[in-house]
Every structure is written in C-alpha cells, then in structure tokens.
C-alpha cells in the first residue's frame, strides 16, 4: 500500500486540511486477527461472493480486507490508541453493536440449551423448564433476549458463523455514528459521506484511490462503494474487462442488472430454441438431456481391444450409479453397461474395477498394466481443422453415460422431474452424428466471425499439459463437438443482437463462465452431494484432461451462463476509470495506491487468461476500440527466473 498527496487539486490551505500529514491508523494499528477472520469468511462464501459472480480470476482480494486496508489509511492515528481501534471496528461493523445488526442466522436450539445450562439459576429459572433440561416454550420477545444473551458470549469467530458480511448490510448504526463522528470531527451518516469527509480533511478532495494490478477487481469496487474515486490498470484485457464490470454492472445499480439479466436471458432462450428445434438434446420418450458424460479409450496394446479409461466407475454415490465392463468377444472391445440403484457390492466393484490406476493403463482381463506415457509416445499433434480424434490416433473419446430429465404431471397436477442415468442407445450416437454435422457446416464461419476460438496454444510454463497429453494445439481442441456448438451458438446470438455496452459485456463474461464449466477438461463429480460436471479452473492452472469428463447441455448451463450479479447501491457522483496498461506507464494520480502484485511464481495468469481471451478476443476490440486483445506475456511479470527473485523483491 502507499499514500500519496500528488494531486494538483491537493493543494490547500493546511489549516483547511487538518489530517494533511497526520499519521494513518493503519500505520500504528491493526486488527489482524479479526480481519482475517472477516476475510475468511468472505472466501468460504464461494459464489456468494460479490463478485465472483462475474467470472473467474484467480487470487482476488476479499472485499472486507479492501475496506480495512482504505479505512485504515483515511483515519487518522491520535493520542487516544483505544478509541482509534473502537472507531474503526464501528466503521467496520466488527464491534458488539454491529455484529448484532449483522447476526442473521437463529442459534439453534442445542447450542442455546448448552450456554444457559451454564450460566446463574435466576437466568436458567428464566429460560428453561422445570427439569432444567430443556428450553420453555417462550414468547417472541423471550427468544430475542435468549439469542442475544448467547450470541453476546459467543467468541468473534462462533459469531461469524451467524452473522451477514459486513458489506451485506448498511453499515454502522445512528449511535455509532455519533460515536464516531464526534472521534473524527465529521458530521457523517454514511460510510461515503465520512469517506469524502475525511479526503477533504486529508487531502483537500475526495480521495482517489487507485490500483496498477486490478486483477479482478476487488480494490477499485470497493474503493468506489465506501466513496472513493476509483481507478484500476492491468496489463491483461481479462482482468480489465471484469474490473470494468465489476464497477459499471455490478456496481451500475438496479437498472443496470436488470438490463443484462434481460440480455442474457434472451441469448439463453434463443439458444435453447434453437436446439430444440434440432432436437439434439431430447430422446425418443421426450425427456432432455441433463449430463453426458465420455470416457477416453485406448487400445491395449497386448491384446489390441480398445478399453475405455476412468479411475473408477462410480458415476453416482448418491444415485447409486455405476458403469460395468462388458466384454464382447466377438467384436474385441467392452460395452458399457449403466446400473442405477446398485448394491453395495457393485459400488464397491466399480469404485475398484477402474482401467486408469497411478497413471498406468490397467487392462480388466488382468493383463499388466502398462504406463500411459509409453502410449502417448507416438501422440499425434491435432491440426487446427481437427474437431474430434482421427482414426489413427492413439487417443479417441466415447460417449458412455446420459443422464435425462423425465418431465411429468403428477396426480395433484404439479410438474415433477425425476433423473435418469442410461448407456446411450443408436439413436443417441446418431444424435451425436448430427451434433458433429452441424458443427462443421458453422465451423469456419464462425472461426472467422470469432464465435469460436481460432487461435493456438502458444507454450508456456503452466499451459502445456492439454497439448503434451492429448496432442491439442489450438484453444478449439479443448472442446468437443457438443460443447464448440452451444458455446458457439451462445456468441452467434450475441452477436445478432444490438446491445449496449453494458448488456454486451454482461453476455460476454456469461459466456465466459459457460466455457469454463463445458470443456473437455470439466470433470465429472461423483459426489453423493452434487453428481455434476466441475468447471475447467477449479485450481489455479491448466490441469492434464481427465480420462472421463462431462458435458453440459442447454438446461445445465443456465446457472453457469445467467450471471449471478447481487443488488448493490449503485455508485453515485464518483470518478471510476479503468485502463489496459503496463504498470510502468500509468500516469494517473492517486492519493492511494492499494495494490497486489500477480502471484508470478505461483500462478500464471497471463497465460492462463488465454482460455477466456481465445473466446472475447473479437468482442473486445470492438466493445473497446482502445484496448488489445492479448495477453502480452512477453511483458507479464514472470517467477521463473533469478531477476523475479532479486528484482521483484
């Protein structure tokens, strides 16, 4: 972080700026463990993130940690340490007070019995029954003061469990705010008014913080949400896009969202039409397709079946799904059979019976298992034209497993749905036919139009896997027949519509999350909990292609595709800019510099963004005629080498 006073509008009368060179808070204190414990939270919200919503970068900063790190450089560090500290836990609602009017969760009833049980007899006569082991049956108002008096004595972290975020609500109540304002000298009723108040009493304006690695975005929106003028830079067109977006969508107010929503849900059912028209994604008995799940097969080279590969064979552990070899002696090869409701011997036979073990082929005749580097020797390098294997490749993919959706009135007259898990039948691979038809009547068309990647994967240091692995050299590769059509299709119709700014990079950033769950590398989750494919980044890289993995269809792409954008007050009568730029060249003032430089030895985002960029790279130079639509990784700061090391320090 660095504090800066090189606006020309700065320069006052100092005794019109009192904190002008006043010490900050954060210079002599700071919260660590509470605001850790805030920024934790923050995270294990996942998507309920404020801004994850938009789509995936990697290492954002939790929002609460932003507010902190602004606060505590605005406020000013007096002779009274202990009433400084009291005023920004106000201004954070991390006080008593404000955890109350955060609390939004019940304390269930257990945990209740358990704290009164410990506490005087006249407070356990008030609350519990005559046996002393159970909680009375208590008036409304019994309850309120029951939950207060156990969340009053709970620890800062066993509070967190049932309160909001602090950014959820609105902020400090009327008497923290008198508190707080008779502290500072301010006559502020709102965190953006105090936060003008005290730029102007700092600074001599409302202070301009800015950040030269926006990343995605967290320091400019909620720089601009708590009041500041905000501006954000990077050097990679992704980020920048989800920082525009962050700070116009997100932070555009209702009208806005409500534009996009409207945007995308159009793209979304003109999509859907379309493939129902082709009636690709439904069988003969009606019902849609909600998963398909492929498998990798590869021919032994011992006894030149081909086998199908997956660690396991478990496809469900809530549904009690598994898939079970069969061999076909006539034919040399292994059906696939598909068993719902298995018994607990065949989950654990299937869990077992998997043909990839230790990154070793294990053939199920029991032959010796053989080393899948050995077998990807001689892989062949796919050609930009390829869309799916050759014959003579070493590696080729099968569809094994459909999971419908069978819609039906029951007998109340309601609409119910219920899954089903099948091996795919003639007229599903010939549907699959079909899918690959269309693709290739599109496919150039739409290389040119940009609606499909047409680009390669440039080497790398965290990038090569897809290509070492399977012999995939352009980003088109990484999607198979069925996904390159929707994901197509999702940007054909974008394109045909004539939307603002706003709406257009609101579709654009859903089709950018749609990628991210329908790739060749989503794998399939078997998890009794949520049996789903998994998006392509769920960890910070690029990883090897599974052996099985799923695609989406329409149907199971609309939470993916529909941006999750929360209501937030919109930013009013502030200054948000943000620039495509190398670091070295911003010229902008700010009196605040909150920023983070990328995690190049960890994580590498110039090229991981690649992903994103081979699907908006024509979207963005005509949405932003200033920008480019690269990835410029000959200018990223790298961890690869000795000068990271000694000159990044």
Not at 381 to 404: G, N, V
Not at 625 to 649: N, V
Request: glycine share 6%; hydrophobic share 35%; aromatic share 10%.
């Amino acid at each position: 972080m660095k504090m800066t006073n090189s606006r020309p509008d700065a320069v006052m009368n100092p005794a019109e700026r009192p904190l002008a060179g006043a010490p900050c808070f954060i210079e002599t204190q700071f919260p660590v463990a509470k605001i850790s414990m805030e920024s934790y939270k923050e995270r294990k919200a996942g998507n309920r993130q404020t801004l994850t919503g938009l789509g995936k970068w990697w290492g954002r900063k939790p929002l609460v940690l932003v507010r902190a790190a602004i606060l505590g450089l605005l406020l000013p560090s007096t002779d009274d340490p202990i009433k400084d500290c009291e005023i920004f836990l106000k201004l954070m609602t991390m006080d008593s007070d404000g955890l109350r009017r955060r609390k939004s969760k019940s304390i269930p009833g257990a945990r209740l019995l358990a704290e009164v049980q410990t506490l005087s007899r006249n407070i356990q006569r008030q609350f519990l029954d005559e046996s002393g082991t159970a909680i009375r049956r208590l008036n409304r108002d019994e309850r309120g003061q029951l939950q207060d008096l156990v969340f009053s004595r709970m620890s800062y972290v066993e509070k967190l469990q049932y309160s909001d975020r602090p950014e959820q609500i609105d902020g400090p109540s009327q008497q923290a705010w008198r508190e707080i304002n008779a502290h500072l000298g301010t006559s502020a009723l709102s965190l953006p008014e105090l936060v003008e108040q005290l730029g102007i009493m700092r600074f001599g304006h409302r202070p301009r913080v800015g950040d030269a690695f926006c990343g995605g975005g967290s320091v400019p929106f909620e720089a601009a949400r708590i009041g500041c003028d905000a501006y954000g830079s990077d050097l990679n067109p992704v980020a920048a896009l989800l920082t525009w977006a962050a700070l116009n969508i997100v932070g555009g107010g209702e009208e806005v969202i409500q534009a996009v929503q409207e945007a995308q849900q159009e793209v979304y059912e003109a999509v859907d039409r379309q493939i129902i028209e082709w009636g690709i994604e439904h069988n003969e008995l009606g019902w849609r397709a909600d998963a398909y799940l492929y498998c990798v097969e590869v021919t032994d080279p011992e006894t030149g079946w081909p086998v199908p590969l997956a660690p396991s064979w478990v496809i469900g552990e809530g549904s009690k799904t598994v898939a079970k070899l069969i061999p076909d002696e006539n034919n040399k090869c292994y059906e696939i059979e598909i068993i719902e409701n298995a018994s607990l011997v065949e989950m654990k036979l299937a869990k077992e019976s998997g043909t990839v073990k230790d990154f070793r082929l294990v053939s199920p005749n029991g032959n010796t298992s053989i080393p899948i580097e050995v077998l990807r020797q001689n892989i062949r390098t796919w050609e930009k034209e390829d869309i799916a294997s050759q014959p003579q490749d070493i590696f080729h993919e099968r569809l094994y497993c459909i999971r419908w959706v069978e819609s039906y009135i029951d007998e109340n007259g309601r609409l119910q749905s219920q899954r089903h898990y099948r091996a795919p039948t003639d007229n599903d691979l010939q549907r699959e036919e079909r899918v690959l038809e269309l693709l290739q009547e599109r496919f150039k068309d739409w290389q040119e139009r940009g609606y499909i990647p047409n680009s390669r994967i440039e080497p790398g240091q965290d990038i090569n896997r897809p290509t070492n692995a399977r012999g995939w050299t352009h980003w088109h590769h990484l999607f198979n027949a069925r996904q390159l059509l929707i994901n197509g299709l999702s940007m054909h119709f974008y394109d045909q519509l004539n939307l603002d700014r706003y709406s257009s990079v609101g579709v654009l950033l859903g089709i950018g999350r749609q990628v991210d769950w329908n790739s060749r590398l989503s794998r399939w989750n078997s998890n009794a909990a949520n049996e789903k494919g998994e998006q392509t980044f769920y960890k910070p890289s690029l990883g090897t292609p599974s052996m099985n993995y799923s695609c989406r269809p329409q149907t199971a792409l609309r939470t993916a595709f529909l941006l999750n954008l929360p209501t937030v007050k919109r930013f009013t009568a502030l200054s948000t800019d943000v620039e495509l730029l190398d670091t070295r060249t911003v010229s902008q003032c700010s009196d605040v510099w909150v920023t983070d430089p990328p995690y190049a030895d960890a994580v590498y985002y110039h090229e991981l963004s690649e992903f994103f960029l081979a699907w908006y790279q024509t979207s963005i130079s005509e949405l932003f005629p200033t920008w480019y639509a690269d990835s410029k990784r000959a200018m990223a700061i790298k961890g690869t080498d000795e000068s990271f090391r000694s000159d990044h320090i």
